[in-house]
């Protein structure tokens, strides 16, 4: 008995100490437990048109958006449309995306037009807000190629009115077909991979039909119409969506949805790659260097037209520019700076402005919605420029009624007096000036003398007869 108590009182002292070390695994779970970060969806916007910023905002954001383990991107839209190349950009992130696109034309009143009906299709998933919509897909053109084909004989049908034209007519000319025909296959690829409505899409290019959110649902253009973005959450809770290849089951109870909204980057380059403001770029840098070229040592006027001229150039890289239009411009410009060189009464000056006006209105090869010059922009740089090109010549035109007061033409005709008594070659007071002459007479002190040449820094001079001696 008495050995017992010892023992069994070191067994007790024994698990007292094991027990740390048996709670440790279970305290440790619950820590992993309470540091795991709460799911999130990320929230991105698009909002008007979709252009070079738009993408690059889109395509950071989303690997932003993947390296913090979001479950599901969300892009809230309202765009009229855009540029193709942006368009496919994006579209391609979306596919390649590893976590669920979803894609919600919202607020009320918003639409997902041209580009951004192809971007929804491209989703994962595509949801709307009533009173929203969507469609008129089809390319557009700076001007309708199919009416080139038109015989003169050919009258449109009156019964028609003016603004539809039949699928048929608006693809007459080839280039038009190849690239309708080659955004009816891309829509359609975008249908078929998201199990979506390939017919509608297809019209949507073709005949650039429309439709609301309502009846989107109804003829599975779409896969959910949410009231506002709780709603939205509440539908995708539990929902089965395919990502490459794999099902995957989205869980939004309690998730987190973190907006990224646009940075520093993606602001500078909205504003440098707007047509209006590249534009700009575009004449400040060439006014600039020709100003510094003009005035060499300027140094200002240098700096900032390279830098303006840079940031141009790089806003033209990812704009859709016409060629032809950029080259009218500069030759304008070249007319209008020679006019003021070699003066032309106006000739080379206005037709120089010509070509520029011509050059800028065509300079951006697109009709895409946000992506035009602007004319009244356009026409007060023409204006700006004409008055300034009237200032010029009537200033040359001054100049010339005026006598001439300095140079070769100055001196001819001018009287002075010989400083010495010479034959052939002395020195002589002229024009306030002392000059080296030379006469074919004999010439004494203080003798009038008129110059009749110049032949170098030598002037050749006569005596002014019947004159009496005078200091000039």
């Not at 992130?93 to 669920?100: G, H, R, T």
Request: charged share 20%; with cysteine; hydrophobic share 45%.
């Amino acid at each position: 008995m008495c050995m017992t108590k010892p023992i069994d009182r070191y067994i007790l002292l024994l698990l007292l100490g094991m027990l740390p070390a048996l709670l440790m695994p279970a305290q440790a779970g619950s820590d992993a437990i309470s540091s795991t970060p709460p799911a999130i969806i990320v929230q991105l916007t698009i909002q008007d048109a979709i252009g070079p910023a738009t993408g690059d905002y889109i395509e950071r954001s989303m690997d932003k958006a993947v390296d913090s383990g979001a479950k599901a991107i969300l892009i809230a839209m309202d765009t009229p449309g855009g540029l193709d190349v942006s368009m496919r950009r994006i579209i391609k992130k979306i596919i390649a995306s590893p976590i669920p696109v979803i894609t919600y034309v919202t607020p009320g009143g918003a639409r997902a037009a041209s580009a951004g009906t192809y971007i929804l299709y491209a989703s994962h998933i595509a949801a709307m807000t009533p009173g929203t919509n969507l469609g008129a897909a089809t390319p557009v053109q700076l001007f309708d190629p199919g009416n080139l084909d038109e015989k003169p004989s050919q009258k449109p049908d009156k019964s028609e009115p003016s603004d539809k034209k039949s699928p048929d007519s608006a693809i007459k000319n080839p280039m038009t077909q190849k690239a309708v025909n080659d955004a009816v296959a891309y829509i359609r690829s975008l249908a078929d991979m998201r199990g979506r409505n390939a017919e509608w899409a297809e019209r949507a290019v073709r005949d650039a039909v429309s439709l609301p959110a309502e009846q989107a649902l109804k003829l599975n253009v779409i896969d959910i119409l949410a009231a506002d973005r709780d709603d939205l959450l509440k539908q995708l809770d539990k929902r089965k969506i395919p990502i490459l290849g794999q099902d995957l089951i989205l869980e939004t109870k309690n998730i987190t949805v973190k907006p990224i909204e646009p940075d520093w980057r993606s602001e500078l380059l909205a504003v440098i790659t707007n047509p209006n403001i590249a534009y700009l770029l575009m004449l400040a840098g060439i006014y600039g260097i020709i100003f510094e070229f003009s005035n060499p040592g300027s140094i200002v006027p240098g700096t900032i037209g390279g830098i303006c001229l840079l940031l141009a150039l790089f806003a033209f890289q990812v704009l859709p520019i016409n060629y032809a239009g950029m080259a009218l411009i500069l030759l304008g410009i070249a007319l209008m700076v020679a006019e003021a060189f070699v003066p032309s009464i106006g000739i080379l000056g206005f037709g120089g402005l010509t070509a520029f006006v011509i050059g800028s209105i065509i300079l951006i090869d697109t009709d895409a919605p946000g992506f035009g010059i602007n004319i009244a922009l356009i026409g007060a740089v023409a204006l700006s420029s004409a008055v300034f090109l009237i200032m010029a010549l009537s200033l040359v035109f001054k100049s010339r009624r005026k006598p001439v007061v300095t140079g070769q033409e100055d001196l001819l005709g001018k009287t002075g007096v010989a400083l010495e008594d010479f034959t052939g070659s002395g020195l002589a007071h002229i024009h306030s000036e002392i000059w080296q002459v030379r006469t074919q007479e004999t010439l004494h002190k203080n003798q009038p003398i008129q110059v009749i040449g110049r032949e170098g820094l030598t002037l050749l001079v006569k005596s002014i007869p019947n004159q009496e001696n005078s200091h000039v």
